[in-house]
Structure formats: structure tokens, C-alpha cells
């Protein structure tokens, strides 16, 4: 089981995000984390858990290794505003998280 | 550029067979790459259906193997998903992604809503 926290992050453009994403059992760095946007499907960020996608920002950053996993955007553009899901592969079956909404504040 | 996009009824029976294909297009199949299933509701959340190779080669989330088989046609660059005796529990925005072999997803289909109703 993944847990995602922050439920909600209400925070201003230029400012600083941290989303947590704590696992059940140990995985390693086997984490991902993705952007989705309403209507739109989810987005690779960052895989292997601090390994940037192709085409993403260094804004964005992962890092945690074992149970405990961190995405950070250093400064919130207005694009950023979303929901960011982490994803576990180091145990079968791949698991996801329950998201944390980054909103305008 | 790899691009996915699924297709099938947006509107199921309860009790009958959700059947969807996704097609594959400006890339090969015939990689390591899987090529898989994920559903949205907004009951369960994100949720890995199964996955499948370019040789057929097959697995499952054991929350819905007993009803649900993934099958490819390389040929016609497509895999599909079917799930049968479907309920309510089944309504959701379905995905097809590239399963990369260390096991993320990505690209993404822009997905398709089924709805399980009578």
C-alpha cells in the first residue's frame, strides 16, 4: 500500500512543493511518480525514484529510497497545478497511490 | 512518436463482457516493452489491470485475474482487454500504457469511460 500526503497542497505559484509517498513494504527505488491534469491522462515525471522523465523540468525532483519518497517542484509554475500519484514496481502487483492535489492557493 | 489510444462502448450491463482494444501507433511492438491495462474510478483510485508482450506473454493484478484476459495482434499493432461478468464496481475511466520493462508506464492513451449500467 502506498500513502500519499498531503491529501491537498494549497500553495502560490513560486513557491515550493514537498509530496510524500510512504510504502507498506520496502520497494527499493523502485517508485514513479506522475502529473495528471482534469480530464487528461497521468504523465510521467520521474521513475527509478529520483530519475527525470524525458521533456521535465529540473524543477522537478525525487528522491527516498525503501519506504519513504519524496517529489519536489522547487518553484510552482501555473502549469504544476495538478494531481501527482505515485507508482510502486519493486512488488507484483504495481500499486499506486491515492494522489495529492497540488491547488492555487 | 509512440501514441496509444483506446477504443470500445462506453455503456456495459451489469453482468455482461467489457471488451476494449487499444491501438499502437509510430512504434513497435515487438520490444521488450509490455504493453498494459490501468484503470481510474474514483472509488479505488489508479489500478494496474494486467499487462502483456509482443509474444503473449501474460500477468495479472490477482484482484481481477479471475475475470479479465489481455490479449495482442502485433500485426495490427492493437492489444485489447476484456472483463467479464462485469458490475458497477467495473465503471471507470480505462488507460492502455506502455509498461516499460523496468515497469513504469509511459505514454498513456488519453483513456476511455465505461460505464456499467442497465
Known amino acids: 500500500v502506498l500513502t500519499q500526503s498531503p491529501v491537498t497542497l494549497s500553495l502560490s505559484p513560486g513557491e515550493r512543493a514537498t509530496l510524500s509517498c510512504g510504502a507498506s513494504?520496502?520497494?527499493?527505488?523502485?517508485l514513479a511518480w506522475y502529473q495528471q491534469k482534469p480530464g487528461l491522462a497521468p504523465r510521467l515525471l520521474i521513475s527509478d525514484a529520483s530519475n527525470r522523465a524525458t521533456g521535465i523540468p529540473d524543477r522537478f525532483s525525487g528522491s527516498g529510497s525503501g519506504t519513504d519518497f519524496t517529489l519536489t517542484i522547487s518553484r510552482l509554475e501555473p502549469e504544476d497545478f495538478a494531481v501527482y500519484y505515485c507508482q510502486q514496481y519493486g512488488n507484483s502487483p504495481w500499486t499506486f497511490g491515492q494522489g495529492t492535489k497540488v491547488e492555487i492557493k | 512518436q509512440l501514441q496509444l489510444k483506446e477504443s470500445g462502448p462506453g455503456l456495459v450491463k451489469p453482468s455482461e463482457t467489457l471488451s476494449l482494444v487499444c491501438v499502437v501507433s509510430?512504434?513497435?511492438?515487438?520490444?521488450?516493452?509490455?504493453w498494459g491495462w490501468i484503470r481510474q474510478s474514483p472509488g479505488k483510485g489508479l489500478e494496474w489491470i494486467g499487462s502483456i508482450s509482443h509474444s503473449g506473454t501474460t500477468y495479472y493484478n490477482p484482484s481481477v485475474k479471475s475475470r479479465v484476459s489481455i490479449a495482442i495482434d502485433t500485426s495490427k499493432r492493437q492489444f485489447s482487454l476484456k472483463a467479464t461478468s462485469v458490475t458497477a464496481a467495473d465503471t471507470a475511466v480505462y488507460f492502455c500504457?506502455?509498461?516499460?520493462?523496468?515497469?513504469?508506464?509511459?505514454?498513456w492513451g488519453p483513456g476511455t469511460l465505461v460505464t456499467v449500467s442497465s
Open positions: 513494504q520496502i520497494v527499493s527505488n523502485y
Open positions: 509510430d512504434y513497435s511492438m515487438i520490444s521488450s516493452d509490455y
Open positions: 500504457a506502455r509498461h516499460s520493462p523496468r515497469n513504469w508506464f509511459d505514454p
